[in-house]
Nanobody, 122 residues
Framework: QVQLVESGGGLVQAGDSLRLSCTAS??????MGWFRQAPGKEREFVAV????????YYADSVKGRFTISRDAAKNTVYLQMNNLKPEDTAVYYC?????????????????WGQGTQVAVAS
């Protein structure tokens, strides 16, 4: 059974940092990504990393502030979030994709985590 377990969310002040973690079990994936959904808004792409080569891709809104990385030995992907802004407030979801290729829409990921709340106070 595939499981994605996220952790690391919380309430912080603007300018602070958080690191999210997502540990996968039950399957090997070609890429893993992070998406987020703010209240009243649609889910949006944040970042993705390919598992074999470690190539990374980011939404323009987080470039230079967020870093996605993976630890293959632990089957875990991380999202280091620095200089957080109130507009980063959302539920953050980890997603995993089996088929090769990069998907920014979120429609073609096979598995999703339960979500972790990130709240940034101004």
């Amino acid at each position: 059974q595939v499981q994605l377990v996220e952790s690391g969310g919380g309430l912080v002040q603007a300018g602070d940092s958080l690191r999210l973690s997502c540990t996968a079990s039950g399957r090997t994936f070609s890429s893993m990504g992070w998406f987020r959904q703010a209240p009243g808004k649609e889910r949006e792409f944040v970042a993705v990393i390919t598992w074999s080569g470690g190539s990374t891709y980011y939404a323009d809104s987080v470039k230079g502030r967020f870093t996605i990385s993976r630890d293959a030995a632990k089957n875990t992907v991380y999202l280091q979030m620095n200089n957080l802004k109130p507009e980063d407030t959302a539920v953050y979801y980890c997603a995993a994709r089996v088929v090769s290729g990069i998907d920014y829409s979120g429609r073609y990921y096979s598995d999703w985590g339960q979500g972790t709340q990130v709240a940034v106070a101004s």
